[in-house]
């Protein structure tokens, strides 16, 4: 898969995972397993830079005797949800017609 379209779809998943409640690193990965394999070494920079472009803040809770960093979607994180639901219309819509074409080529065979 594209390196650029990959790690676009990356940060909408992490977005996606908080976007109904404030969340940690493990619990992240978590919620996203089912869909897709994410590490720690994928995911931290990730939510850093989610973090740069306000699309979610961090703060600090202690559990167990250490600080726990929960990450909160912004209105920022939000908005690039649905501007991402707008844009898989489109790449639908590619899809669509790159296995129309696939299709009619077969069909001619």
């Given at each position: ?7 676009g779809l990356l940060d ?98």
């Amino acid at each position: 898969m594209d390196v650029q379209l990959k790690r676009g779809l990356l940060d909408i998943c992490v977005l996606a995972s908080i976007k109904n409640g404030d969340s940690y690193g493990y619990k992240i990965i978590k919620d996203i397993k089912p869909y897709l394999t994410i590490s720690e070494s994928t995911l931290y920079p990730i939510l850093r830079r989610l973090e740069g472009a306000d699309m979610l803040t961090e703060y600090s809770v202690a559990h167990n005797g250490r600080l726990r960093k929960y990450y909160h979607i912004t209105g920022g994180g939000l908005d690039r949800i649905a501007e991402f639901h707008n844009e898989w219309k489109e790449i639908v819509a590619i899809y669509e017609y790159v296995t129309r074409k696939e299709d009619e080529e077969n069909e001619e065979v």
